[in-house]
């Protein structure tokens, strides 16, 4: 999954910082049914998470280095 971000100034202006974060997750299935639905919304939610603290640690360093 790729996602793309962008940081702008409240008063508009230039963006301070924008980017495209991209991950990826995995998941086993199964035989089961129920199980491999709870597998890719375990899977969706791994990678929300991971996609969320690199858009942030990216946003954090270019805040820091202004």
């Known amino acids: 999954v790729s996602a793309s971000y ?3 100034p ?3 202006g230039a963006a301070v910082v924008s980017g ?3 991950s990826s997750a ?3 299935m199964t035989a089961q ?3 491999n639905l709870r597998a890719a919304r375990d899977a969706e939610i791994r990678l ?3 996609l ?3 858009m942030e640690l990216r946003i954090a360093a270019a805040l820091a280095n202004r």
């Open 52 to 54: 969320a603290d690199e």
């Open 26 to 28: 995995v998941y086993d």
């Open 10 to 12: 409240y008063a508009g």
């Open 6 to 8: 962008s940081l702008t």
């Open 33 to 35: 049914r129920f199980a």
């Open 48 to 50: 929300a998470k991971s």
């Open 20 to 22: 495209v974060a991209t």
